[in-house]
């Protein structure tokens, strides 16, 4: 570690609060290490609390509990699966474990996520090959809750299930109802980066009893009921640990406060930036939603602006503040060459033009203060 790294600003680093320690010591002197036990219960509870869901299964990752919801959905070799193209790899990744394809479908311009207009000409395209998507994997990013109501709506109209990626969305809402609780199921993510992190973790949340039984049997390898190690299904290693949803239910009691800073965050951002010729901040609450601003980005438009995001990235690295790229389009991935993309200019767009700002909950003014001087100081320059 460089002497400097002890100042540096990260973009999102975790947050830890008081009591997680707590949880850990309690689990560690009762012997609770493994199994499960009483704190990965606990953990559940106070996600089901928050989001007003049913059952909760906490997992490994986000990554694990994408995987698992779409089995739960039916999903299987062969099958088509509906999917942003602007969003994290491992919203898409579960879909290739299973054997199926992904269908990419562009965002829309505030919000950024799924596009209503270009998911309806993907479904319309479908139908008329008598193909109907297996499901959709519906994603607020950045903490920005999707265009619902109208999503929703071309997803019924269809019968096409969905799986709702809050993985950067726990604590926000739409219409006063917590994200995650829209879809069939909805997972959440904790992993070091996210809002809230057990430093690796995720969840499942759904209403289906038998749906949440079925998650955690094969979330532990998918033992049938015998005395002996019997397997009728595929199964896998995918429980999180006692310990880490130790640290899970310190990070829950924090939630609201967490929200409530990030959001500070944005309003800073805003007022010390957004006037600058050529800067968009972003991305935009839709009509009925609130976002938990996990990270605020910033847009620079070309035409206005003598510099580039990545020139403003690097100038940021020389005073020592961790920026990044927006989320690289999928359908613009090697991996997703030959996939294929209802739209995308929109999303490319994004990619070219923005850059995501340090929005850790644990930033003070004094560090907010020098990224906006920082990005002040370089618009003004040129570079
Ligand atoms: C972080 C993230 C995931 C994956 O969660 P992990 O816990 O890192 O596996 C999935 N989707 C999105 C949109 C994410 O940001």
């Known amino acids: 570690m460089r002497s400097q790294d002890y100042d540096r600003l990260y973009l999102s680093p975790p947050h830890l609060g008081r009591h997680e320690l707590n949880y850990l010591h309690k689990a560690i002197e009762d012997n609770w290490v493994a199994p499960a036990g009483p704190n990965l219960d606990g953990f559940e509870r106070d996600i089901c609390e ?18 698992l919801g779409l089995r739960l959905l039916g999903v299987g070799p062969g099958d088509e699966v509906l999917c942003p193209s602007f969003t994290f790899v491992a919203t898409a990744n579960p879909i290739l474990y299973l054997g199926a394809t992904p269908v990419f479908i562009d965002s829309e311009a505030e919000t950024w996520n799924i596009c209503p207009e270009r998911l309806r000409e993907a479904l319309e395209e479908r139908q008329r090959q008598g193909r109907r998507p297996k499901a959709l994997i519906l994603v607020h990013l950045y903490g920005m809750p999707a265009r619902l109501r109208e999503v929703l709506a071309v997803a019924a109209e269809f019968g096409v299930p969905v799986l709702e990626d809050a993985a950067e969305a726990l604590g926000a809402r739409y219409e006063g109802q917590p994200l995650g609780t829209f879809g069939e199921v909805g997972l959440f993510s904790f992993n070091g980066n996210k809002i809230l992190t057990t430093s690796g973790g995720g969840a499942i949340v759904t209403n289906n009893a038998a749906w949440a039984q079925k998650a955690r049997f094969w979330a532990t390898q998918a033992k049938d009921d015998a005395p002996y190690y ?3 299904e595929l199964g896998y290693n995918y429980r999180l640990s006692n310990l880490l949803a130790g640290i899970g239910r310190g990070q829950m009691e924090l939630l609201e406060d967490r929200v409530k800073k990030r959001r500070e965050i944005f309003a800073w951002y805003t007022k010390y930036l957004a ?9 935009t609450e839709p009509t009925g939603g609130r976002s938990n601003r996990w990270l605020t980005c910033l847009l620079l438009n070309p035409a206005e602006t003598t ?7 690097q100038h940021l690295e020389t005073r020592n503040i961790e920026s990044r790229p927006l989320w ?8 997703f060459a030959t996939t294929p993309c209802f739209g995308g200019n929109i999303c490319e767009e994004l990619f070219n033009q923005g850059l995501c700002l340090p ?7 004094a560090d907010l203060r020098r990224v906006t001087d920082t990005i002040q100081d370089a618009l003004r320059n040129g570079n």
């Open 359 to 365: 929005s850790g909950s644990a930033m003070t003014e």
């Open 307 to 313: 510099i580039s995001p990545e020139q403003l990235r």
């Open 230 to 232: 019997q397997h009728s």
């Open 275 to 283: 006037h600058l010729p050529g800067v968009t901040l972003g991305p």
């Open 50 to 67: 928050f989001t007003g869901a049913q059952h909760c299964v906490a997992l490994t990752s986000g990554t694990a509990a994408i995987h």
């Open 328 to 335: 690289k389009p999928l359908h613009l991935q090697p991996l």
